[in-house]
């Protein structure tokens, strides 16, 4: 079973977090900090898997990691998952997000969590592994952005109006009122 | 109300912070414009808010007000409402909180929704986050669309059903028909996740493992078509097709194929094949190699099969890819127990391991290393170790020296290598030996009196380099002081030495500052027993230094320089006998003889000894020795305090000599050497582990203590040995009568008390034995009565019920 994902960069903030085991949000802050710890002090060329840090619990579990230019991508599994094949997992990953992303960086993922979560959902359920095809995985996602794009534009005219009625900022009349001044019209009496 | 700004914005806006206060700052600021929003129903930018406060929770602030807004996204028709909601309740929301289980009502609602993508997302959130009650409820729903729904939804149902049985295991009989069509479906995701179900029901329960023995042709029918079928290219990854299935397949066939023979034969052939026709160039092959060889190592394969799987486990070894390196050293440890010879082979690879700079890689291979030392391969194994000690990262140290004496004393091919070897673990590893090694040590020198000379020269030359190793001093510093006079005659290991050095060089050790505390006492105690040894002009300097530590603030220190003054100057006539020569330990460890010297035949009766049961006895004796596993991983459940602390009392109170040293009361027979009959062996451990109930307080007040210590005899029988203590402080108990009555199943003998009446602070025992054929639950009625300065007191009636479990079991 996988019991974390987590992408974080090279000073150690977190891109994309997730945890397929329940452990509290202070418990989650410090599993990152001491994966990062662990994770930035590898050299280049060693191996890819790591024993696990006590947080995420015993001698049970492995962190897997790639590291690709700026980003780090490390998959904390146990004993039941095959190491080498979570390392071809993270390839599917990184390569499907290049597919969705078109040549993805990491200002990709920065501000687009949400669409890396959905990617990811397609992927593993439950901390198992379900789609591993890239193919699948992509056409899957193009289609639900897909829909989300058509109930945008259905539903952005009402919302645009909306937006644009609570920002509208009425002309101050009253000192224009005073400066008016009056066209000089042409007298009417004889 | 403005409104709200857009994620990327709030992201730009975190990001353009300069100093973390400031991002704080604008975090909380956009905090408090959520708040105002959620409180305003703001059901158009909910969707938006919704999403920055997940961003804002993954950078770790607080987030939970946002927990109910989830729910309300989750109930809007919007396809994107809902999809920000399940993954916000994924993210916020987790099975212990009762929040969740409001999601239930418009989960059910999703799972009959006519988009499949709103079903998809009502399955992953159930799949991540179900609780049990959560899976009782739409286990229906779920069971449906595992039937009749397309391909995509089919496999996240069967996903999300491996969870729910994880959650309630009860609900398998709900799911299991539906396997068969599972695995027979053409699409891989199903095909994937259908595998994956199956090998999560073997993992609850053995008895479904047995069940789907039945679909093992199946399952090779399944992988023999993956590899036929040629090139696919949706699920083709670097030349090979769909390697993650083929891995989950070949994972599966191991569970079912363990310890039973009929199964295994079915797989034999397909394993063989995918063992030679896999590409290895790439990542992914090996991927599928790594498995194979671990399901041939794992099932009960033939002879042939094994010796392929570990030759291509040899081939990892020298592969240049550090990953593959590290998963072949793994696949190794686990496999080393059962096919020991076969591993061998690789020794000398695995040894060169050691010197590779991947720390990961270092501890695969060190405890491999340990694992496969055996009689023929002690001496060259340990040198390399030895070598490694010297020069390894420090976090490895202690691990690897408590190994190597472990190691050492159980392989040893004769005494004085022995010894050398403890030795030189002793000056490699400096101040990372751990405490226990000493007294094993100590042991260990005093039963070999043939080396004693041998052994008290190379301590004096190691101190007198002035080492700084708090164990090495130690254990020179009880030498010298039992051996020293060795050192004045001269031998062919060492010339004469002036009394003078060797009182110098102890009192070196004790005066230095970089000495321990326990250095230090092991110093004066071996300066005071040199008064018998060194000729008597010396008696005035020793005690001179004795005294000089009868005002030292270490109390220890102060303790034995006072004692020992007081007894050269006052009793000094008993001095010779108190200071003589040590006897010999008791023996904790039956008369082990080294391999190299008399007996072949007990050298060939230990390798041919079963290697579980090595595993077992071997882990007893690191458990009791309290020194760490060597990697076997097999615990013993004894709690029986390590013998060898006997004998570090001893040394520390060694003035005591005329007392017979304390006989560990513990079975020490447990640490028998490998040559005695297995089953008596681990007959002997379980009797240890059972030795050790914990004494009892069933009662207590202001007149009288009860306290129950207990003693297996034997299977049966259970020795209680109960103590009254008469807790008053000026009245005395007389006429005290016991009864005692036990549950019908058992039988109880009571013997006659100590004693009749017990005088304040005082205590009287009595014997009881109990006959308990059963293992029933123990739990006695008892009634006593006593006088209490001539006023009778009582009957007073008492059940007792909650004995030590390990006392009846």
Same mark, same amino acid.
């Given at each position: ?11 150690? #903030? ?9 452990? @509290? ?28 840090? #006590?947080?995420?619990?015993? @001698? ?98 009402? @919302? ?6 609570? @920002?509208?900022?009425? *002309? ?10 009056? *066209?000089?019209? *042409?007298?009417?009496?004889? | ?259 039973? =023979? ?89 040894? &060169? ?147 003078? +050095? ?63 003054? =007081? ?23 039956? +008369?082990?003889?080294?391999? +190299?010297?008399? &007996? ?55 003035? &005591? ?44 007040? &202001? ?81 006593? =009565? ?24």
């Amino acid at each position: 079973m996988i019991k974390a994902v987590l992408i974080f960069n090279n000073q150690g #903030k977190p891109r994309v977090t997730k945890f397929y085991q329940h452990y @509290s949000e202070q418990d989650q802050q410090s599993i990152i900090e001491e994966i990062f710890a662990l994770v930035s002090r590898r050299e280049e060329g060693v191996c890819s898997f790591l024993e696990g840090g #006590k947080l995420v619990g015993g @001698s049970d579990y492995r962190l897997i990691y790639r590291h690709y230019a700026t980003l780090y991508f490390i998959f904390c599994v146990d004993s039941s998952e095959s190491e080498l094949g979570i390392l071809d997992l993270i390839q599917v990953l990184v390569e499907v997000l290049d597919r969705c992303f078109e040549n993805v960086c990491e200002l990709d993922l920065i501000f687009h969590m949400d669409k890396v979560h959905f990617i990811l959902n397609e992927m593993i359920m439950g901390g198992m592994v379900l789609e591993t095809s890239l193919s699948e995985i992509v056409s899957r996602y193009h289609e639900q952005e897909k829909i989300c794009k058509q109930e945008i534009g259905f539903s952005k005219t009402p @919302s645009m109006v909306a937006g644009a009625l609570k @920002s509208i900022e009425l *002309p101050n009349l009253k000192n224009e009122l005073k400066n008016i001044e009056l *066209p000089k019209l *042409p007298s009417l009496r004889r | 109300m403005p409104t709200p700004i857009r994620l990327r914005d709030l992201i730009r806006n975190i990001r353009a912070a300069k100093t973390a206060a400031e991002e704080r700052e604008v975090i909380q600021k956009e905090c408090a414009e959520i708040r105002n929003g959620f409180r305003e129903e703001d059901n158009i930018f909910r969707c938006r808010n919704v999403a920055k406060l997940l961003y804002v929770h993954m950078l770790g602030f607080p987030a939970h007000f946002g927990q109910m807004e989830v729910m309300k996204l989750v109930v809007s028709p919007r396809f994107t409402d809902k999809r920000i909601g399940y993954l916000g309740s994924m993210l916020l929301l987790d099975e212990n909180r009762e929040v969740t289980m409001l999601i239930t009502n418009s989960l059910k609602n999703d799972l009959e929704h006519s988009s499949q993508y709103v079903v998809s997302l009502a399955l992953c959130t159930l799949g991540n986050i179900c609780s049990s009650e959560m899976a009782r409820d739409l286990a229906q729903d779920v069971e449906r669309i595992m039937r009749n729904g397309p391909a995509y939804l089919k496999k996240k149902a069967t996903l999300c059903a491996c969870r729910i049985i994880r959650k309630e295991p009860e609900l398998i009989d709900n799911f299991i028909q539906l396997v068969p069509t599972l695995l027979n479906d053409k699409h891989h995701g199903v095909m994937l996740s259908g595998v994956a179900f199956v090998t999560e029901m073997c993992n609850i329960s053995d008895e479904y493992t047995e069940k789907f023995r039945r679909s093992v042709p199946a399952l090779v029918r399944m992988l023999k078509n993956l590899i036929m079928s040629g090139f696919s290219p949706e699920h083709d990854v670097s030349g090979v097709v769909d390697p993650f299935l083929q891995v989950r397949i070949i994972r599966l066939l191991r569970i079912l194929g363990k310890n039973d =023979s009929s199964s295994s034969e079915l797989m034999n052939d397909i394993l063989a094949q995918v063992a030679t026709n896999t590409e290895t160039s790439k990542n992914v092959g090996n991927a599928i190699l790594y498995e194979t060889v671990l399901t041939i190592m794992g099932i009960k394969s033939e002879s042939g099969l094994r010796v392929l799987a570990i030759n291509i486990l040899g081939r990892f070894l020298l592969s240049s890819d550090k990953n593959i390196r590290y998963v072949a050293l793994n696949s190794l440890l686990k496999t080393v127990h059962t096919d020991r010879n076969a591993v061998q082979r690789h020794r000398s690879t695995i040894l &060169d391991c050691l010197k590779d700079p991947d720390p990961s890689v270092l501890r695969r291979a060190v405890d491999l290393c340990f694992a496969l030392i055996n009689d023929q391969n002690v001496r060259g194994t340990m040198r390399e170790l030895l070598i490694f000690l010297e020069n390894c990262p420090s976090e490895f140290k202690s691990d690897v020296a408590s190994n190597i004496v472990i190691s050492a004393g159980r392989y040893a091919p004769n005494a004085q290598w022995h010894i050398d070897t403890i030795l030189k673990v002793l000056t490699t590893g400096g101040n990372y030996v751990p405490d226990q090694t000493i007294p094993i040590l100590i042991h260990l020198i005093s039963s070999t009196a043939s080396l004693h000379s041998y052994t008290v020269s190379q301590l004096f030359t190691a101190i007198k380099s002035n080492s700084l190793h708090q164990p090495l001093n130690q254990v020179a510093c009880w030498c010298i002081g039992e051996y020293g006079e060795v050192l004045l005659t001269g031998s062919e290991y060492s010339d004469l030495v002036q009394p003078e +050095e060797i009182l110098k060089s102890l009192n070196s050790l004790c005066e230095s500052h970089l000495s321990s505390t326990s250095t230090k006492s092991y110093a004066v105690n071996g300066i005071a027993k040199l008064a018998n040894r060194l000729p008597t002009h010396l008696m005035p300097t020793i005690k001179r230094i004795l005294a000089r530590y009868g005002t030292s603030m270490n109390l220890e220190l102060q303790q034995r320089s006072v004692e020992f003054s =007081s007894l050269f100057n006052k009793h000094d006539d008993k001095r010779p006998g108190i200071l003589e020569r040590m006897p010999l330990f008791e023996k904790t460890e039956e +008369e082990r003889s080294y391999s +190299e010297s008399n &007996d072949p035949a007990a050298g060939e009766k230990a390798a041919s000894s079963a290697p579980a049961v090595n595993t077992a006895q071997q882990s007893a004796l690191d458990d009791l020795l309290g020194l760490g596993d060597i990697g076997t991983g097999a615990p013993v459940a004894t709690s029986a305090p390590a013998p060898v602390m006997n004998s570090s009392n001893l040394v520390r109170c060694g003035h &005591d000599n005329n007392k017979p040293p304390p006989i560990a009361k513990r079975t020490p027979e447990s640490e028998r050497g490998p040559f005695s009959d297995p089953e008596t062996t681990l007959r002997t451990i379980r009797q240890a582990a059972s030795n050790s109930i914990p004494s009892f307080e069933p009662w207590c007040d &202001d007149n009288l203590g009860m306290k129950m210590d207990f003693q297996k005899i034997d299977t049966n029988v259970l020795a209680i040995n109960m103590t009254i203590t008469n807790n008053s402080l000026a009245y005395e108990v007389t006429d005290f009568s016991f009864l005692a009555a036990v549950p019908k199943q058992l039988q109880i003998n009571l013997a006659q008390p100590s004693s009749l009446s017990v005088s304040p602070q005082m205590t009287l025992s009595q014997q009881m034995r109990v006959n308990n054929p059963n293992k029933v639950a123990l739990k006695m009625k008892c009634k006593m =009565s006593y006088k209490l300065n001539g006023n009778p007191v009582g009957p007073i009636d008492k059940v007792i019920g909650n004995f030590p479990p390990s006392a009846w079991e």
